[in-house]
């Protein structure tokens, strides 16, 4: 004859063993657990869930890079332009301006800088490689242009980069400094500015004056926007029709 601590014992144990059950993880059948649900890509807040998953990438490194690549409209482009945003800025600064690149025959990867521009350069330059793609142009606004000067002028670059085009760069910021790498830089430069928005028209004309380079231009327009808006305000015709000529798609 069965106790009544033997009856309450077996309850609580096989109320355990279903609970046991529940907790596992096992899918509708019974069997093994069904596979997690793929997180959705990035859309960063600018860009179409379409878009985020054509080309939304976070690129590995010591300090990991959010990014967007798209081909050239044309496809297979084998130079990329890489597009470093402003202080305060994000990748979705150049997203009014990439049709127009990709128009012209280049793939782009905009990207949100992590650390100082140059290294996260480096960084994307190793993912471009790793894609095909052979030439880098380096577009920067602000700092983004004061780490595009610096990673222009690296030797040792994973892709190296045929032109540079520094919109409003400032001389220097956090670990980067343009005003000692561009002369060192020998890539075609173009420098662009707005007349007053100061002291970057200024850093303008003294960058151009030091760079080493033997294809460099100035360009400095009325107005005193700072950074990619200058592409809404002239500079982006004269930036393609620079890269035409300095840094074709096709080489």
């Excluded at 997180?39 to 878009?51: A, D, H, K, M, V």
């Excluded at 600064?93 to 990867?109: E, H, K, M, N, Q």
């Excluded at 075609?188 to 003294?206: C, G, H, I, K």
């Excluded at 107005?223 to 890269?243: E, Q, T, Y």
């Amino acid at each position: 004859m069965r106790t009544t601590t033997g009856v309450r014992l077996a309850a609580v144990l096989a109320a355990v063993a279903v609970l046991a059950g529940c907790g596992s993880g096992s899918g509708p059948d019974g069997g093994r657990p069904g596979p997690a649900a793929a997180s959705s890509p990035e859309r960063y807040g600018c860009l179409t869930e379409e878009q985020a998953a054509e080309g939304s990438v976070t690129i590995d490194g010591l300090a990991p890079v959010q990014a967007w690549f798209r081909d050239s409209e044309a496809g297979g482009a084998k130079t990329a332009v890489v597009l470093s945003h402003q202080n305060g800025g994000t990748l979705c600064d150049w997203i009014p301006y990439l049709d127009a690149f990709t128009r012209a025959g280049y793939a782009v990867l905009p990207y949100t800088a992590n650390g100082n521009v140059s290294d996260n350069i480096e960084q994307v330059a190793a993912h471009l490689k790793a894609k095909g793609i052979a030439r880098l142009v380096l577009v920067g606004a602000s700092k983004g242009g004061t780490g595009s000067i610096v990673a222009g002028s690296l030797p040792d670059l994973p892709v190296p980069a045929a032109a540079v085009v520094s919109l409003s760069s400032a001389e220097s910021f956090g670990g980067d400094s343009a005003s000692n790498a561009v002369k060192r830089l020998t890539a075609p430069v173009l420098f662009a500015a707005e007349e007053n928005d100061q002291p970057f028209a200024d850093y303008a004309r003294s960058l151009h004056a030091a760079a080493a380079a033997a294809d460099k231009q100035l360009k400095l327009y009325p107005g005193g926007n700072h950074g990619a808006p200058l592409l809404s305000d002239g500079a982006l015709p004269d930036v393609l029709a620079f890269l035409a000529r300095a840094a074709p798609p096709q080489g």
